[in-house]
């Protein structure tokens, strides 16, 4: 079976960091696109960030110079380090696999989400 499984999420102040991790199993995340989506408070669920293959990356404007993704092949991992955190980060981020970009759950597999809450 295939699951995503994140942690790291919590509560944390504005300008603060967090580690989020997304725990695969069911597929190797080594030639896998993965993603990072975050769904804000009574917003929509937006794609935060992708790692191709382990390779090549892609933030949101919103987010660039603040997080990085990346992956551990060896741990079956993928991981978004969150710094410099702003309170509109607050919301749920989801881990996803094949997601194609798309909107969140649209496609691929999903985990069941962290929450992440910034105060000021």
């Known amino acids: 079976d295939v699951q995503l499984v994140e942690s790291g999420g919590g509560s944390v102040q504005t300008g603060g960091s967090l580690r989020l991790s997304c725990t695969v199993s069911?597929?190797?995340?080594?030639?896998?696109?993965m993603a990072w989506y975050h769904q804000a408070p009574g917003n929509e669920c937006g794609l935060v960030s992708t790692?191709?293959?382990?390779?090549?990356?892609w933030y949101a404007q919103s987010v660039k110079s603040r997080f990085t993704i990346s992956q551990d092949n060896a741990k079956n991992t993928v991981y978004l380090q969150m710094n410099s955190l702003k309170p509109e980060d607050t919301g749920v981020y989801y881990c996803?696999?094949?997601?194609?970009?798309?909107?969140?759950?649209?496609?691929?597999?999903w985990g069941q989400g962290t929450q992440v809450t910034v105060s000021t």
């Open positions: 996803a696999a094949d997601s194609n970009g798309g909107s969140c759950f649209d496609y691929g597999y």
């Open positions: 790692i191709i293959a382990g390779d090549a990356t």
């Open positions: 069911g597929f190797s995340v080594e030639n896998s696109d």
